[in-house]
């Protein structure tokens, strides 16, 4: 069984470091890309990023990659997605999701989703 959980979501201040935690675990035959997606109020859920567990290649949306990094850590079964500049417009629940679909963004490839984590930027 396939499990994720999130952590390391809190307040934020604007211009401030986030980072966010998915442990993951389960076998290897279920799931190898590991993405973060989020969702703000009001608004629909967005991919952000999306890594490989096999091989470490990874994605970052157009509009976040400047900002956003994802990587792993094999040996803790751990994916991790950080920024140094959080912003207020990325205040949403953070969610993380498995998929043995290869490396994209489109959430309806990915059966397996954790809880999410709340994520609020304010000063």
């Known amino acids: 069984q396939v499990q994720l959980v999130e952590s390391g979501g809190g307040l934020v201040q604007p211009g401030g470091s986030l980072r966010l935690a998915c442990a993951h675990s389960?076998?290897?035959?279920?799931?190898?890309?590991i993405a973060w997606f989020r969702q703000a109020p009001g608004k629909e859920r967005e991919g952000v990023a999306c890594?490989?567990?096999?091989?470490?290649?990874?994605y970052v949306t157009t509009a976040m990659k400047e900002r956003f990094v994802i990587a792993r850590d094999s040996a803790n079964n751990t994916v991790y997605l950080q920024t140094n500049v959080a912003e207020p417009d990325d205040t949403a629940i953070y969610y993380c999701?498995?998929?043995?679909?290869?490396?994209?963004?489109?959430?309806?490839?990915?059966?397996?989703w954790g809880q999410g984590t709340q994520v609020t930027v304010s000063s």
């Open positions: 389960g076998s290897a035959q279920d799931y190898h890309i």
């Open positions: 890594i490989s567990l096999r091989d470490g290649k990874s």
């Open positions: 999701a498995a998929t043995n679909w290869g490396l994209n963004l489109n959430s309806v490839t990915f059966k397996y």
